[in-house]
Nanobody, 120 residues
Framework: QVQLVESGGGLVQAGGSLRLSCAAS????????MAWYRQAPGKQRDLVAS???????NYADSVKGRFTISRDNAKNTMYVQMNSLKPEDTAVYYC??????????????WGQGTQVTVSS
């Protein structure tokens, strides 16, 4: 069981920056992949960025060049640095962790979400 706690959300003006953190209750070096998702009101939850245990990253086209995902295994924490924020980035941001056991069982874990609001 992995518990995830997000922090760092808030209200920021367009063009500003925020850094979200996701603290895990277990060693993230044992987590196969971690990711940030976001969900705006009335819309589906979409992938924002992901990072594997090996450090490979992937970004949604809408955030490429503005967001940077990273992980600190020593602190069991994942981050996303969000720069040049736009009003359309407004959403609840969720942390996700994927664990695949040696027996190929998949476990998905989610945080409770943190609100990011970008004013124009």
């Amino acid at each position: 069981q992995v518990q995830l706690v997000e922090s760092g959300g808030g209200l920021v003006q367009a063009g500003g920056s925020l850094r979200l953190s996701c603290a895990a209750s277990a060693s993230i070096s044992s987590i196969n992949a971690m990711a940030w998702y976001r969900q705006a009101p009335g819309k589906q939850r979409d992938l924002v960025a992901s990072i594997t245990s090996g450090g490979s990253t992937n970004y949604a086209d809408s955030v490429k060049g503005r967001f940077t995902i990273s992980r600190d295994n020593a602190k069991n924490t994942m981050y996303v640095q969000m720069n040049s924020l736009k009003p359309e980035d407004t959403a609840v941001y969720y942390c996700h962790a994927l664990v695949i056991t040696p027996f190929a069982r998949r476990y998905d874990y989610w945080g409770q979400g943190t609100q990011v609001t970008v004013s124009s």
